[in-house]
């Protein structure tokens, strides 16, 4: 058993753990987490020491499976030439919504931030199935969604500005967590093109109406990062955005929880089978022009 501290709620929603948990964990102690990863999304750990990539990757198998390659785990930075979007908006949206297989979970865990300047937003779609009122959800209950490749950031990606060769991907509006059963809104701002069988009016009103219940003032926990801080979220039942992340320096190390990685899922973005083929995007992702190492 875990002690009533070692996990503790946080506001809107959401745990804060005690890094005990991590440091020397135990089958009780993993299970705990688990139960609040899958009831509540969002598991947080506040000023650990710095943790390698592999580390960090070793604490997100307590949640699921990790994928050892460079799509799923980077660094999100802006001050590293390594790292990736810069000091860019980023606009509510689930990872990867635009494959059949969205990512499991993510993890951010931060190597570089001065304390209180730098955050990144978390929305929960199981909280706002319970804040929908009857009618809206009998609105949506058997609507699917589609959702476009994530090609700008810091505004709404819709289907008209897709080019060939891009992809998109439909999944239902109300899903439903993958251990509790429990049902959540799967649109985003970011990603959600439309609701698929309405006008495009009716669409759009829709959307806008979910998007005010997912993203209403007081709802989503903002993470305010410091050197050290680990977030855990569901990225099915639970949404991330951030602001403009100038002039602060942050430096994220992000590992995904997956099954299936990006480039199994989409291999084309890489060019593998093509003359533009990226051998250093593709570098540790196991293909190469020839098809699979
Ligand atoms: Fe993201």
């Known amino acids: ?123 929960s779609g199981l909280a706002a199935w319970e804040r929908l009122p009857q009618e809206l959800r009998a609105q949506i209950e058997s609507r699917n969604g589609l959702h476009v490749k994530q090609k700008i950031f810091d505004q709404r990606n819709r289907l008209a500005d897709l080019e060939p060769g891009d992809v998109c991907a439909v999944h239902a509006v109300v899903r439903h967590q993958r251990q509790t059963g429990k049902p959540y809104i799967f649109v985003s701002e970011d990603l959600t093109d439309s609701i698929i069988g309405l006008s495009p009016e009716e669409s759009e009103a829709l959307l806008e109406e979910l998007f005010a219940v997912l993203y209403a003032e007081g709802v989503t926990y903002e993470h305010r990062w410091e050197v050290g801080d680990l977030v855990i979220w569901d990225n099915e039942t639970v949404q991330h955005a951030r602001g403009d992340v100038t002039p602060h320096a942050r430096t994220l190390q992000r590992v995904s929880i997956a099954d299936i990685g990006y480039t199994d899922m989409y291999p084309t973005d890489l060019g593998v089978h093509s003359d533009q083929y990226d051998a250093t995007l593709a570098a540790g992702t196991g293909k190469t022009k020839e098809g699979v190492k």
């Not at 299970?31 to 000023?47: H, I, N, T």
């Not at 993890?107 to 570089?112: I, P």
């Open 1 to 123: 058993m875990t002690s009533d501290r070692s996990i503790r709620p946080i506001s809107p929603f959401g745990a804060e753990a005690d890094p005990e948990l991590i440091l020397r964990p135990t089958d009780a102690g993993c299970r705990e987490l688990r139960r609040m990863f899958d009831e509540q999304g969002l598991v947080v750990f506040k000023r650990l020491k710095v943790m390698s990539m592999e580390r960090q990757m070793e604490v997100c198998r307590i949640f699921g499976p990790v994928l050892d390659n460079p799509w799923e785990n980077m660094l999100v930075s802006n001050t590293r030439p390594d790292g990736f979007l810069g000091a860019q908006k980023l606009l509510w949206h689930h990872d990867l919504p635009y494959l059949p297989r969205p990512y499991i979970g993510g993890s951010l865990h931060a190597l570089e931030a001065e304390a209180g300047t730098t955050t990144t937003h978390f929305a």
